[in-house]
């Protein structure tokens, strides 16, 4: 009956995906308004919680810059008062706490209150054809800069594959699309210039502009940033003359995925593969650039970024919730199936000319339209029947993204063989994380950027259930949890700054050659420490900033030691790892002595 009920929700949900959607909540709220004068406000994410905790993000006061001499005065005024300060664009898809400025309770031990800067109104773009580049301020939508670029003759090479981001925010948080090609996936890696808004002396009116260009000293410091040197004011990205792309995918079965990965993305330029593990699948993704004369004007709307009915995915979550509740794995294994079946028959959002439906491979269509989507991110205000299917509002999907970068590339061959081997186990257990997208597998190029990727990587996203009550285990807990320790731990794998839980940051300094550089970095240009943060301390940090507490693994605080770290009242106890034996999960048990 699951996989009966659960095709034809999806397939709702994908045939009429504009049917009257309404936009996300904005990140921040102000005494119930959405905006106000900024006083007595609260910050939260898209999700609706974070992972360093469920709590929204207390904060004194917020500013809204729409120019950069606005954000030269809040920096200026915080920096005179020497209050903590952060900064949120219009989106705020940040899973970590990092935008949270001080100790999260609007104030800094009560010595000064906090200030948020918020970027929505600052968001200019222009084009500069001749040089190639566009300049954007840090809160410009990533879409306006694609098109603007596009309407210009020109085309960003580079995005992230969820375009409800900002210039500012995908930029100091490595966001990236896939490609060992040219200068790589990561956007940051196509910034040519970039300025900074930074604290000062009263000597300098408590605040400063920092312009910087590649090759400069400090511009390797600055692309990577997480919020800690500064305020991103502006970025300078560089552009290439407009073309097409064509795109397929391609079901195979995953027996030779361990060995195909490396030379599928030295084929194709914008290369990705998604790993089924409990279906025995790998789809690769054929994507190559095409010359403008191609035939073709597709679009790339991918069905898991779509307006979907709120009825659809609130009935999906309900369904999940209960299987989880049941400890139904076989429903879960259907749902899976129905994921994925659906998929391949919309050809997972791509659409023909003019957004009319999927009629088969490939798919050809321009850059800005192909590269990154996000459709429900763009609805308009005046509609309430759809909205983004994460949408808190809606007890709709709710869920974990862990994000795991492996370099060199043979360190991820040894953690697609360790994950086959702990599906071999039992292989109903990896029906949970199909039955979203599976693995997404993705290339990004090697970096100068202190803080980006040291050499060619390889970047595995995968999401899976995430209960409501953060008390509460979930189905097959164990096995995703031995999955992120074998990535993070025994494979070294670097974490996704602005993904993951707070365990996958254990030890993260150490994994970047660089780090003491990007810390001078950060001492020259925020000295007294304003826009640090316990929330940022927790990311950057990779140390537990607090005793372990009971059920802290639950929700990903913490690596299990002590049952206690489970739920050992509701039958999880802290136990070995079943393919690793050095991990610590959280595992379903009859008896404590198991």
């Known amino acids: 009956m699951v996989a009966t009920f659960l095709l034809p929700l999806l397939l709702l949900s994908t045939l009429l995906p504009a049917a009257v959607p309404l936009p996300p909540r904005p990140p921040v709220r102000c005494d119930g308004s959405g905006g106000g004068d900024g006083s007595g406000c609260v910050l939260s994410n898209a999700y609706g919680a974070w992972s360093s905790d469920r709590a929204d993000c207390p904060v004194a006061a917020v500013a809204y810059p729409a120019s950069e001499a606005d954000v030269v005065a809040a920096v200026a005024g915080a920096s005179a008062k020497n209050m903590p300060v952060k900064v949120v664009s219009g989106f705020a898809h940040t899973i970590p706490k990092l935008a949270c400025p001080g100790n999260g309770s609007g104030s800094s031990g009560g010595a000064a209150s906090s200030l948020l800067i918020n970027t929505a109104r600052y968001d200019g773009v222009a084009v500069d054809a001749a040089a190639r580049t566009v300049t954007a301020d840090a809160g410009a939508p990533l879409r306006a800069v694609i098109d603007a670029a596009e309407a210009s003759g020109l085309s960003l090479t580079a995005a992230p594959y969820w375009e409800g981001v900002s210039v500012g925010g995908l930029v100091s948080t490595g966001s990236h699309g896939s490609s060992w090609w040219g200068r790589g996936g990561a956007v940051h890696d196509h910034v040519v210039a970039l300025r900074l808004v930074v604290p000062a002396g009263a000597a300098d009116g408590w605040a400063k502009v920092v312009a910087l260009r590649r090759g400069d000293a400090l511009f390797n410091a600055a692309l990577v940033s997480l919020g800690l040197l500064g305020v991103i ?227 595995v996203d995968f999401n899976y259930y995430r209960a409501s009550d953060g008390s509460s285990p979930r189905l097959s807990q164990d096995v995703w949890e031995e999955v992120e320790q074998l990535a993070f731990v025994k494979h070294g794998a670097r974490p996704h700054w602005a993904k993951n839980r707070l365990a996958a940051f254990r030890g993260v300094r150490g994994k970047y050659p660089s780090w003491d550089k990007f810390a001078a970095a950060k001492r020259q240009l925020d000295p007294r420490g304003l826009f640090d943060s316990r929330w940022s301390d927790e990311v950057v940090g990779g140390e537990e900033q607090l005793p372990k507490a009971d059920g802290c693994a639950l929700d990903g605080r913490c690596v299990c030691s002590e049952d206690r770290h489970c739920s050992p009242s509701k039958g999880y106890y802290c136990r070995p790892g079943l393919v690793y034996s050095e991990a610590r999960v959280c595992r379903y048990s009859v008896s404590q002595l198991v």
């Open 233 to 459: 004011s502006k970025v300078t990205l560089a552009l290439e003359p407009r073309f097409k792309r064509s795109i397929s995918y391609e079901y195979r079965d995953d027996s030779t995925f361990q060995d195909d990965f490396a030379r599928h993305a030295a084929n194709h330029e914008f290369a990705d593969i998604t790993w089924y593990p409990s279906q025995h699948k790998a789809v690769y993704r054929i994507d190559d650039r095409m010359p403008l004369n191609a035939t073709g004007d597709g679009v790339n709307d991918f069905i898991g970024f779509q307006s979907t009915l709120i009825a659809v995915s609130s009935g999906i979550r309900a369904l999940e919730t209960a299987l989880e509740a049941s400890r139904n794995v076989k429903g879960k294994c259907k749902m899976a199936a129905a994921e994925i079946a659906a998929k391949r028959l919309v050809g997972n959002g791509l659409r023909g000319a003019g957004g009319r439906l999927f009629t088969g491979y490939p798919v050809v269509g321009f850059q800005g339209r192909m590269q990154t989507s996000g459709s429900c991110a763009r609805s308009p205000p005046t509609d309430t029947l759809s909205a983004c299917p994460w949408d808190p509002r809606y007890k709709g999907l709710f869920f974990y993204e862990s994000t795991a970068m492996f370099s060199p590339a043979a360190r991820f061959r040894d953690f697609v063989l360790d994950v086959k081997r702990l599906r071999d186990v039992d292989p109903d257990s990896m029906c949970g994380v199909d039955a979203y997208n599976g693995l997404l597998v993705r290339f990004v190029k090697a970096s100068e950027a202190y803080l980006g990727q040291p050499e060619d990587t390889v970047v």
